[in-house]
T-cell receptor
Framework: EAGVVQSPRYKIIEKKQPVAFWCNPISGHNTLYWYLQNLGQGPELLIRYENEEAVDDSQLPKDRFSAERLKGVDSTLKIQPAELGDSAVYLC?????????????FGPGTRLTVL | AQSVTQLDSHVSVSEGTPVLLRCNYSSSYSPSLFWYVQHPNKGLQLLLKYTSAATLVKGINGFEAEFKKSETSFHLTKPSAHMSDAAEYFCVVTSSNTDKLIFGTGTRLQVFP
């Protein structure tokens, strides 16, 4: 079974430029998560989808971040414009059921560097 | 509110010696607890999880953890460290009233030959 796929794995951009990350969850997983992981820290939830619906986006900085999950499968996370402080690893995870205590399966992440 | 505290940011052991990674949690509701491992440039992988069944939980790669409600702890142990165990380990809490995973700050495990 293929795991969670993320691309690109690495991205270097200049500040004020836009950037987008893509995630393909495990087939059949209804719930998809985007996390932000700063250096030396644990991941922090940005947004959670149940199928197409964003059910928790309270931690998403909506002035510059946006996300979508069309058709309830793949998802894209966008930053526009990027700031120096956005340099981090962006993780995508998915889980099979609509229950919070189910195991989440993580992708390898996209490491963003903003210059 | 829920939180986890990983008591050690770094742990160093020799290969073949026991591993102990400490975690204390705080939760207003019955918690579910997890340990995840993150190898460099790889995704987080679930080691084990506790969801109110047996208090001693066995995971992959010889790891286990014991849920102690009286001590609000969920320490991760392994009898004999292997070089391949060197990684970052995260203790995680969630509960039935929320779908949010709360991660600790991580413990970096180094294993020396």
């Amino acid at each position: 079974e293929a795991g969670v796929v993320q691309s690109p794995r690495y991205k270097i951009i200049e500040k004020k430029q836009p950037v987008a990350f893509w995630c393909n969850p495990i087939s059949g997983h209804n719930t998809l998560y985007w996390y932000l992981q700063n250096l030396g820290q644990g991941p922090e939830l940005l947004i959670r989808y149940e199928n197409e619906e964003a059910v928790d986006d309270s931690q998403l900085p909506k002035d510059r971040f946006s996300a979508e999950r069309l058709k309830g499968v793949d998802s894209t996370l966008k930053i526009q414009p990027a700031e120096l402080g956005d340099s981090a690893v962006y993780l995508c995870a998915s889980s099979p059921k609509l229950v919070g205590t189910d195991t989440q399966y993580f992708g390898p992440g996209t490491r963003l560097t903003v210059l | 509110a829920q939180s986890v505290t990983q008591l050690d940011s770094h742990v160093s052991v020799s290969e073949g010696t026991p591993v102990l990674l400490r975690c204390n949690y705080s939760s207003s509701y019955s918690p579910s607890l997890f340990w995840y491992v993150q190898h460099p440039n790889k995704g987080l992988q679930l080691l084990l999880k506790y969801t109110s069944a047996a208090t001693l939980v066995k995971g992959i790669n010889g790891f286990e953890a014991e849920f102690k409600k009286s001590e609000t702890s969920f320490h991760l142990t392994k009898p004999s460290a292997h070089m391949s165990d060197a990684a970052e380990y995260f203790c995680v809490v969630t509960s039935s009233n929320t779908d949010k995973l709360i991660f600790g700050t991580g413990t970096r495990l180094q294993v020396f030959p």
